[in-house]
Each structure stands twice: as structure tokens, then as C-alpha cells.
Nanobody, 119 residues
Framework: QVQLVESGGGLVQPGGSLRLSCRAS????????MGWYRQAPGNQRELVAT???????NYGDSVKDRFTISRDTAKNTVYLQMDSLKPEDTAVYYC?????????????WGQGTQVTISS
């Protein structure tokens, strides 16, 4: 399977920026897409951004034009650049990957990293 390790969360003032990183290891050849989801207390987990192995990206409506997802295939790492952060961006951010190994689909999640936007 695939293991994911996230880093880069923290406390930032409104209007600030953060960059999250997620490094994949294990059966990475089977990965079709990687991305970020977030979950705030009392809310369902929601899509933030995804990027496919072909480089196509998709963003949640609430983060379009503020967040940018990118990847470094040599480092097996996906990044989430978050700009113009708002208090409502406060959540635990989870890295996700999905793919296929020997015809069997899989999904893996990271442990999550806390992002807090507050003055």
C-alpha cells in the first residue's frame, strides 16, 4: 500500500500563507491521484484540492483562486500552497491518495495536520 506523511501545518494570522507537504512512500507506482481534504469540528470532511498523475487539478469552491496544489514527482511529494487564509480555513488537513494495484483500487489517508487561522 501507500503511506502518507504530512507536514507544514500551524497557526497563521488571517491573510497569511502556509504550505503543506505530503510525501508518499510504498507502492507509489499505483497512484492515480493525490490531494488534500479538510475537516473542521462539527463538519464533514471536504475536498480542498486534487492533482492526478497526468497533472490535472481540481479545487473546492471555497479555496479556488487562493490555494494551489502542485507536485514533485521525483520526491513523491504533493504540496498545497495556501494564500489569503481566512478563519474559516481552520481545520485538520488530510492528505489523500487513490490508485490501483494489480487491479485492486485503494485509498490511503495521512494522519492529518492542524491548520489554525486566528489573530
Amino acid at each position: 500500500q501507500v503511506q502518507l506523511v504530512e507536514s507544514g501545518g500551524g497557526l497563521v494570522q488571517p491573510g497569511g500563507s502556509l504550505r503543506l507537504s505530503c510525501r508518499a512512500s510504498g507502492s507509489i507506482s499505483g497512484i492515480n491521484a493525490m490531494g488534500w481534504y479538510r475537516q473542521a469540528p462539527g463538519n464533514q470532511r471536504e475536498l480542498v484540492a486534487t492533482i492526478t498523475s497526468g497533472g490535472s487539478t481540481n479545487y473546492g469552491d471555497s479555496v479556488k483562486d487562493r490555494f494551489t496544489i502542485s507536485r514533485d514527482t521525483a520526491k513523491n511529494t504533493v504540496y498545497l500552497q495556501m494564500d489569503s487564509l481566512k478563519p474559516e480555513d481552520t481545520a485538520v488537513y488530510y492528505c489523500n491518495t487513490r490508485g490501483n494495484l494489480g487491479g485492486v483500487p485503494f485509498t490511503s489517508w495521512g494522519q492529518g495536520t492542524q491548520v489554525t487561522i486566528s489573530s
